[in-house]
């Protein structure tokens, strides 16, 4: 039987004390096997020295555009900031796509600026990806690229996602996902451009990269939809992004997604999830293992 891996990351390590105590949790007793800290937020430093007492957890980098405050000064990144020196909203960042290369330049900075600030709490970082996705725009791809090889960082988080079924799913399933994958055509083709320039570049990503919602058929209850995607992972290694957290009174979520960290939490955090993944064969992997 083939072997079939799993990342399962959580994002936005750092981003609260709460959220990052969360993520420590969920690697303890749940699927957790990796996790990427923001290195520009206030806990990112308390979240990094509590993860040493957890050195089977993978600790990427989350870079961050869209979110806090830029680890260098402001005037140093004059186009990724607002009038209060604070990264700009994720919409607003794609209006700066015409930036060239002064904006190329600014981002790899800032993106280096956030390796170098990781590492400075002690983790040897497993890999990058980024808050809202920002690396699947090309300026900042560009720009993760560059900071990437500055740290001899070679591992980066894929940005295909995709309808995706079963790999025994029967013939209707299969056309389904046809179906589904063709309505989305713009973003796959963006997408596979972006993990083609990634590969391109000499970086390796994970064989694929999931989303339990895009699964076929798709399942309502959140605890039968993973029971679903671990039964039905193919071969290789495969990462799922997750984004667990305790209730924190210093972070604020956009109202789009209230109660999602409470709900991962329940699911990622559940030892039964483990203990399935063991019975399923599926090894529990980090960005080390691709």
């Not at 980098?61 to 830029?70: C, D, I």
Request: proline share 8%; net charge positive.
């Amino acid at each position: 039987m083939a072997h079939r891996y799993l990342i399962c990351n959580a994002d936005d390590f750092g981003l609260g004390r709460r959220i990052s105590d969360a993520i420590l949790h969920c690697h303890a007793h749940g699927i957790v096997s990796s996790t990427t800290v923001m290195a520009n937020m206030p806990a990112a430093e308390y979240a990094c020295d509590r993860a040493r007492e957890f050195p089977d957890l993978g600790i990427g980098v989350h870079l961050v555009l869209t979110a806090g405050r830029p680890v260098l000064p402001a005037r140093e990144v004059p186009d990724l900031v607002d009038n209060d020196g604070r990264f700009l909203s994720p919409s607003a960042s794609k209006k700066v796509i015409l930036g060239g290369r002064s904006l190329v330049f600014q981002a790899e900075r800032e993106f280096a600026a956030q390796i170098h600030r990781a590492a400075s709490f002690g983790i040897t970082p497993t890999h990058c990806d980024s808050h809202h996705g920002i690396h699947q725009l090309p300026w900042a791809r560009a720009a993760m690229v560059r900071a990437m090889r500055q740290f001899g960082l070679l591992r980066v988080r894929p940005p295909t996602q995709y309808y995706w079924t079963a790999p025994s799913a029967p013939m209707r399933l299969r056309i389904m996902r046809i179906r589904h994958n063709t309505r989305f055509w713009p973003q796959r083709i963006r997408n596979r451009w972006n993990s083609h320039m990634l590969r391109r570049a000499g970086l390796r990503c994970a064989n694929h990269k999931f989303r339990p919602s895009m699964l076929l058929p798709q399942v309502a209850d959140p605890r039968d939809r993973l029971l679903a995607v671990l039964r039905s992972l193919p071969a290789g290694i495969a990462e799922i992004a997750f984004h667990p957290g305790y209730p924190d009174p210093k972070v604020v979520d956009p109202p789009a997604f209230a109660g999602v960290r409470e709900k991962d939490f329940a699911l990622v955090g559940d030892p039964a999830f483990r203990s399935l993944a063991q019975q399923e064969g599926i090894e529990l992997v980090s960005y080390l293992q691709v």
